[in-house]
């Protein structure tokens, strides 16, 4: 009898603690690798990666320029973010399916002000259309 109430007592520890914590954290590390390697080998064919930093401005005027791009290029992909972003990063890159990468934009050495590290939608719009031609 002793012994079934340890293997019981084993197999719920083993249940409770063991397996739990990495299902949390596992598949949702999967799914972001996943959407990682996608965006950043250039596989699927061409697309625009916006790398942001997390902070409140850096992720509205990516949104801005990803609606902006959007309109611009119908057909052509934005990712947001594919891969964590570094500090204080904003750049905007163009990814070819033959792998080349194109930077559209770097705000990273740029500002102060704050407002340098940020492209104009219209004229960052203007730049990838020449580039697509």
Known sequence: MDEKKEEEE????????GPERPGKRGPRREAEGAEGAEGGEGGEGLHVVIEHWSAGVYGRRAEALSRALSLAAPDLPV????????????EVTLLRPDGTRTELWSGIKKGPPRRLKFPEPELLADLLKSNLA
């Open 10 to 17: 084993e197999e719920e520890k083993g249940a409770g603690d």
């Open 79 to 90: 990712l947001l973010n594919p891969t964590k972003p570094r500090r204080n990063s904003f």
